[in-house]
């Protein structure tokens, strides 16, 4: 399967991150994340250990945020959000990154910096969709109890 993933890419710092499948199906979102983790694996020794960490981070959150779709469907901005961040927002982060000639003779320290704080911000909003994944499952979840209670419990107009 990861050869799948592999043939055809040239020069992968240069190219976009796109799934073979450009759906926003689950499916669809797990191939673009499989895709950002084999980038990021790939790229790891050229990129900060924290980089490689947070980055590595915002995948299994968007692995998290996508295996969400199990119970109930995605919703739109968590279907947008996960799509973006793994195919465009953290890709060309990461990239940007690759492209300097040589980032520790640039200012290593104001460059090493930056790169922390797009990933760390890509991080946060991806924690952000996450939490509001798991709020909908909960929102869901009391809705069905008001319901039950309301059907099979004695209401307060009964006499």
Do not use: C
Request: hydrophobic share 45%; net charge negative; no cysteine.
């Amino acid at each position: 399967m990861l050869a799948r993933f592999r043939r055809g890419r040239q020069d992968p710092v240069g190219q976009p991150i796109e799934s073979e499948d450009a759906g926003d199906s689950p499916d669809a979102l797990y191939r673009a994340v499989h895709e950002l983790v084999w980038f990021v694996n790939r790229h790891a020794g050229r990129l900060p250990n924290d980089a490689v960490v947070a980055a590595r981070a915002i995948t299994d959150t968007l692995a998290a945020i996508v295996s969400t779709s199990a119970n109930r469907d995605l919703d739109i901005h968590a279907v947008i959000s996960v799509k973006a961040i793994a195919t465009d927002y953290l890709p060309t982060t990461l990239r940007a990154y690759l492209a300097l000639d040589t980032p520790s003779e640039t200012d290593p320290d104001r460059v090493t910096s930056e790169l922390r704080q797009q990933v760390e911000s890509l991080w946060e909003a991806a924690e952000d969709v996450l939490a509001a994944s798991v709020a909908q499952d909960v929102d869901a979840l009391m809705t069905q109890g008001n319901f039950l209670r309301t059907k099979f419990t004695r209401s307060d107009l009964d006499l």
